[in-house]
């Protein structure tokens, strides 16, 4: 596609479930960054991708958080055990390569709601 | 990890004045980057000055970069009810992740 698509572009769960975001970057784009933005807040770094590893995972908030981008371009993030302080929007951002301009290409989220 | 501030936290202003917002940051960058937000959406990339460069235009969009200071200045003239939005400095380096602060929100009046 032309630009970040992520999906679900909105989800609803109940505390404790299992959650997959998925974030399809720009073809060719090797840098995949996820962060989380909450109400009347900046995006807040989670993860990012060069290529398949993740180079800095430091913002993930705890081990209930994990982020897999197995063939370098498809992006997922999965929530265990939810928490109704996960309730946020989940932004994805790629980019051409780290260490380039840097510029990035946000997608335009998954807004998740833990009831 | 390099987080810009970005000030005001709020601008309200009428169409056709122009706005203007900072941004500081506290290591070297190797450039520097505008970002806006409509509500609900993604952010837009908008403008990168680089570490070099001292003053950048793109249409309206006039970015300058005090790199002694470690600030930058994003003036948006003749503003428009569409440039509401809330927007956010992104400094770079080398290490690879942008962060950001937590924007300022800009209201134009019609």
């Known amino acids: 596609g032309a630009g970040v698509s992520q999906t679900p572009s909105n989800k609803v769960t109940e505390k404790g479930k299992y959650v997959e975001l998925r974030c399809d970057p720009i073809?060719?784009?090797?840098?995949l960054y996820w962060y989380r933005q909450s109400l009347g807040q900046g995006p807040e770094f989670l993860i990012y991708?060069?290529?398949?590893?993740?180079?800095?995972d430091s913002g993930l908030p705890n081990d209930r958080f994990f982020a897999v981008r197995p063939e370098g371009s498809v992006s997922t993030l999965k929530i265990q055990r939810t928490e109704r302080g996960d309730s946020a929007v989940y932004l994805c951002?790629?980019?051409?390569?780290?260490?380039?301009?840097?510029?990035?290409?946000f997608g335009e989220g998954s807004r998740l709601t833990v009831l | 990890s390099q987080q810009g501030e970005e000030d005001p936290q709020a601008l309200s202003i009428q169409e056709g004045e122009n706005a203007t917002m900072n941004c500081s940051y506290k290591?070297?960058?190797?450039?520097l980057q505008w970002y806006r937000q409509n509500s609900g959406r993604g952010l837009v990339h908008l403008i990168l000055?680089?570490?070099?460069?001292r003053e950048k235009h793109s249409g309206r969009l006039r970015v300058t970069l005090d790199t002694s200071k470690k600030s930058s200045s994003l003036l948006i003239t003749a503003s428009r009810a569409a440039d509401t939005a809330s927007y956010f400095c992104?400094?770079?380096?080398?290490?690879?992740?942008?962060?950001f602060g937590d924007g300022t929100t800009l209201t134009v009046k019609p």
């Open positions: 073809s060719g784009h090797t840098a």
């Open positions: 290591t070297s960058i190797n450039n």
């Open positions: 951002a790629s980019s051409p390569g780290v260490g380039l301009t840097g510029e990035l290409f």
């Open positions: 000055i680089r570490s070099n460069e």
């Open positions: 992104a400094p770079n380096t080398n290490a690879g992740k942008s962060t």
């Open positions: 991708f060069q290529g398949t590893g993740a180079a800095d």
